[in-house]
């Protein structure tokens, strides 16, 4: 099993739509969670962390569930300029800053 | 915010050259550095992690001897890729994290890398 796993899409939504992507992780003792963005041949960009409580940004909420070991990331009143791969990041256990990125999830937004 | 900076961006060279990498924080001390590799339509894939001073830590199936990576100040790590082959051919990209708590990632732009 992957330490991180994502659907790898693509998600085609028209412009407007909202969106949701799962992430599922297998270390259980994992510390902190992040949502990259990354467009095409260029480097990921920070979206934004994951936080126990839940957390929003504009258009963008991430949720944690702990207990069953997944994240996620909505998206609202999607943009064309949304459309890119979006990286769930997972780092390692306490001490280790190993993080982890899942393969990505393409999102297409449409005119 | 942070800026790491990466060169060369891209890199066309002939199999059995060796390649070198420069990642550099530019306004932070990067007490960490990581290398990561990406293939088309795949996630990055960590290759290893450098700390400031002391031997890299590889990934498993990563060979230390054809990607050496040096960390000989806080802010500078290099990726050497060693007698470079047409498998070699790939994105590669480095992220630094400051020290301390700070847990944000700060990537370099990536250099592709193409072996002929």
């Known amino acids: 099993r992957k330490e991180v796993e994502q659907d790898p899409g693509p998600f085609n939504v028209p412009e407007g739509a909202t969106v949701a992507f799962n992430c599922t992780y297998s270390n259980s003792a994992s510390q902190s969670f992040f949502w990259y963005r990354q467009d095409c041949r260029k480097e990921p960009k920070l979206l934004m962390s994951?936080?126990?409580s839940g957390n929003e940004d504009g258009r963008f909420t991430a949720q944690l569930n702990r207990a069953s070991q997944y994240i996620s990331l909505l998206i609202r009143d999607s943009k064309l300029s949304d459309s890119a791969t979006y990286l769930c990041?997972?780092?390692?256990?306490?001490?280790?800053?190993?993080?982890?990125f899942g393969t990505g999830t393409r999102l297409k937004v449409l005119a | 915010g942070a800026v790491v900076s990466q060169h060369p961006s891209r890199v066309i060279c002939k199999s059995g050259t060796s390649v070198k990498i420069e990642c550099r924080s530019l306004d932070f001390q990067a007490t960490t550095m990581f290398w990561y590799r990406q293939f088309p339509k795949q996630s990055l894939m960590l290759m290893a992690t450098?700390?400031?001073?002391?031997?890299?830590?590889?990934e498993q199936g990563v060979e230390k001897d054809k990607f050496l990576i040096n960390h000989a100040s806080l802010t500078l790590s290099t990726l050497t890729v060693t007698s470079a082959h047409p498998e070699d051919s790939s994105f590669y990209i480095c992220?630094?994290?400051?020290?301390?708590?700070?847990?944000?990632?700060?990537f370099g732009s990536g250099t592709q890398l193409s072996v002929l």
């Open positions: 990041v997972v780092r390692g256990t306490s001490g280790t800053y190993k993080y982890i």
């Open positions: 994951v936080y126990s």
């Open positions: 992220s630094a994290k400051e020290g301390g708590s700070n847990e944000k990632l700060f």
């Open positions: 450098s700390n400031e001073g002391s031997k890299a830590t590889y």
